[in-house]
């Protein structure tokens, strides 16, 4: 079952800005997703659940991470199935089968290139994963 996530909309000439409210959005200038034309980039995500908590084990900071991802392709008009490349940093590479199967929960069927790659640590102390994602979005969406 998806977790709930808020996702704000606007627009900058040509770009459709999602924002999660995150504080570094603002204090960094980026925005979690920005679509131009039919590609939707979304930025590294972490696991951060809206009380600013992080879960406590690395799969189930992927998920998080993977429900705020797509609710930010989906707030500018993008689907799961758009998504053609994802990458994810990990604290712990050890980890890698926690966090693929949450991975392969969403993914499976549509199959995005994926890189993973070991890093020393993330932005919060406590953060195991870090998902960014690249869609194109269908004709017609």
């Keep these: ?39 939707i980039a979304v930025t590294g995500t972490i696991g951060l659940e809206a009380d600013g908590s992080l879960p406590p084990t690395a799969g189930a900071q992927a998920r998080r991470a993977l429900a705020i991802v797509l609710a930010s392709i989906e707030a500018l008009g993008g689907t799961a199935s758009d998504v053609i490349r994802t990458r994810i940093y990990v604290t712990d590479i050890s980890k890698f089968e926690e966090i693929a199967a949450e991975h392969a929960e969403v993914f499976a069927a549509i199959r995005p290139a994926l ?8 932005i919060l102390p406590g953060a195991f994963v870090e998902i960014e994602a690249d869609a194109i979005v269908s004709e017609g969406t």
């Design 1 to 39: 079952m998806r977790q709930s996530v808020h996702v704000t909309v606007s627009s900058h000439g040509p770009r459709l800005l999602a924002s999660t409210g995150s504080p570094w959005e603002p204090k960094a200038g980026y925005a979690r997703a920005v679509r131009i034309g039919s590609t």
């Design 115 to 122: 890189t993973m790659v070991e890093v020393a640590r993330l």
